[in-house]
């Protein structure tokens, strides 16, 4: 009887657990839509937008420059919903200070910048309102940023500390305007256990919308 009564309280906390991770925006029932646009001082240009269409987790990018975010797991609501997460589905690697697209492009850290040595960092901008400029900028640890709403917008840059970094580009802002302008509440879909370390044969999805 008293295992029986420890294993049900169990159960009972994985639950509510779960239940309050998943009422975290973006939730499993919101699909969300952000830009970004990755600049590379060293170039002084911007690299070309990710092509990967591999969807794991619901966080992902239709080549057009956009972050579609619907989660498909509880793991990757709320807090759990990070730029990390689209690098892996956009098959972007961040190992060690360098960032490695997938088409060879490599943003090392270190590098030399206007005699300065770059650093990998993010600024984040609200898209309602971009003449205000970036709501902040994140140095380092740049895979833990949080996707913290709808119509974000994101520059994901090698340069040094401090340095001007240009806004995402005018056809990325145009691509965030033309998809759903509001946050979308849709029925929840779950395909991933917020446990399961690998996605089995069927767990991949597609935004089949093309949001």
Same mark, same amino acid.
């Given at each position: 009887?008293? !295992? ?16 309050? *991770? ?24 911007? %690299? ?7 969807? /794991? ?31 892996? %589905? ?9 960032? +490695? ?37 994140? *140095?380092? @640890?740049? @895979? ?5 709403? +709808? ?8 340069? /040094? *500390? ?5 806004? /995402?580009?005018?056809? !990325?802002?145009? +691509? ?12 929840? +879909?779950?395909?991933? /256990? ?18």
């Amino acid at each position: 009887m008293a !295992v029986v009564l420890v294993l049900g309280l169990l159960l009972v906390t994985y639950s509510r657990s779960q239940r309050d *991770v998943s009422a975290l925006a973006p939730t499993l029932r919101d699909h969300w839509h952000s830009a970004y646009s990755i600049w590379d001082c060293e170039s002084e240009d911007y %690299a070309s937008v990710l092509t990967s269409d591999f969807d /794991p987790r619901g966080i992902h990018s239709h080549q057009d420059g956009l972050l579609h975010i619907h989660p498909f797991s509880s793991a990757v609501t709320g807090d759990g919903a990070t730029l990390g997460v689209f690098f892996e %589905a956009m098959l972007v690697d961040l190992d060690d200070g360098q960032l +490695n697209l997938p088409d060879g492009t490599e943003l090392k850290e270190g590098t030399m910048c206007g005699g300065e040595e770059a650093v990998l960092q993010v600024v984040r901008y609200n898209a309602n309102d971009m003449a205000a400029g970036p709501v902040e900028t994140v *140095v380092g @640890d740049i @895979d833990d940023v949080i996707l913290e709403g +709808n119509r974000e917008a994101f520059v994901i840059a090698l340069a /040094p *500390v401090g340095a001007e970094i240009p806004p /995402p580009t005018a056809e !990325v802002m145009a +691509n965030l305007d033309g998809a759903s302008p509001q946050r979308i509440s849709e029925a929840p +879909n779950t395909i991933v /256990p917020a446990d399961l370390g690998e996605i089995e044969d069927g767990d991949e999805s597609e935004d089949t919308e093309g949001e």
